[in-house]
């Protein structure tokens, strides 16, 4: 039996009807959602194929573990978590990592003592606004992100790119919200320093002899 | 206020969730702080570029072969129900 499903439809109405039984409900939620995990699988592993095997796997998954699903997170969220995880797992797969002990380990050395200032500081030439519309832009920004430790890259598109708070955030990848807003902080100083030296306006460069002082 | 500490409330103050106090403090340091304004500004303008970026467009014909997967999972799923 096939119901239609009306645009206005809120996600938490459609996996009731997908919980339910009904298929359209669940392919529309997949339709909803399926270019933002397969543009987090990219932005995370750099490759269509793996971009694509881990958006399949996301929403098979979700398919497989609905009736798990109690809503206490949203449905978004709870996708952008399981693709999450896969693409984790990618990652420490191509690079021969057995086990999470080694991420454990260097979680310790995770603290705002070791941030690294800032040291390429100008104004922008453009605002945000100027930037977007040129072509170049969007490789600028997806190179600068693929530069990223993958653990900040990842809290960074939850969390600025994807706008899920610092303890949906913490949730999604089991981590501390201390924890998230040091690699938090760590992406966005990184980035900045990367877009900085080619959008910054050398008139405005900042130049310090000695470090901070106040 | 030392650089350490507002290195560490960075994230708060430019997500506007910081403490007034703390919020008055790091605004006495910027009225004096030529590259701390930058910087905050810079990350900003930062996470305005990434948040206005689109999500990239499935490669043709993933969406069908997504969606035939699902299709045939669910077939399996609710045939062994």
């Known amino acids: 039996m096939t119901t239609r499903v009306a645009a206005e439809t809120t996600d938490a109405e459609l996996v009731q009807r997908a919980k339910a039984g009904e298929l359209d409900a669940f392919e529309m939620l997949t339709t909803r959602h399926e270019r933002r995990v397969y543009s987090l699988a990219m932005r995370m592993l750099r490759q269509e194929q793996d971009a694509e095997d881990i958006t399949q796997q996301t929403f098979l998954s979700a398919l497989e573990n609905l009736d798990g699903f109690r809503g206490e997170a949203s449905f978004s969220t709870w996708l952008l978590r399981i693709a999450s995880h896969a693409a984790l797992k990618v990652i420490r797969k191509r690079r021969g990592l057995e086990t999470v002990s080694l991420e454990a380990a260097t979680e310790a050395s995770e603290h705002f003592d070791s941030i690294p200032h800032p040291e390429f500081i100008a104004d922008w030439r453009q605002s945000p606004e100027q930037l977007v519309r040129k072509h170049e832009i969007q490789r600028l920004l997806d190179e600068a992100l693929a530069r990223l430790d993958e653990k900040h890259r990842l809290v960074f598109l939850l969390r600025d790119v994807e706008g899920l708070s610092i303890r949906e955030t913490a949730e999604a990848l089991d981590l501390s919200e201390a924890n998230v807003k040091v690699r938090l902080l760590r992406a966005r100083l990184q980035l900045r320093e990367q877009l900085t030296q080619t959008l910054g306006d050398p008139a405005t460069q900042v130049v310090r002899s000695h470090p901070h002082e106040h | ?81």
């Open chain 2, 1 to 81: 206020m030392k650089c350490e500490e507002l290195l560490a409330m960075l994230n708060e103050y430019v997500d506007g969730t910081v403490d007034p106090t703390i919020c008055e403090e790091f605004e006495k340091h910027m009225a004096g702080c030529n590259p701390c304004q930058l910087v905050v500004d810079n990350i900003r303008k930062t996470i305005t570029l990434y948040k206005a970026g689109r999500p990239y467009e499935l490669p043709a014909q993933f969406h069908g072969r997504l969606h035939d997967a699902l299709r045939e999972k669910w077939k399996e799923k609710h045939k062994s129900k």
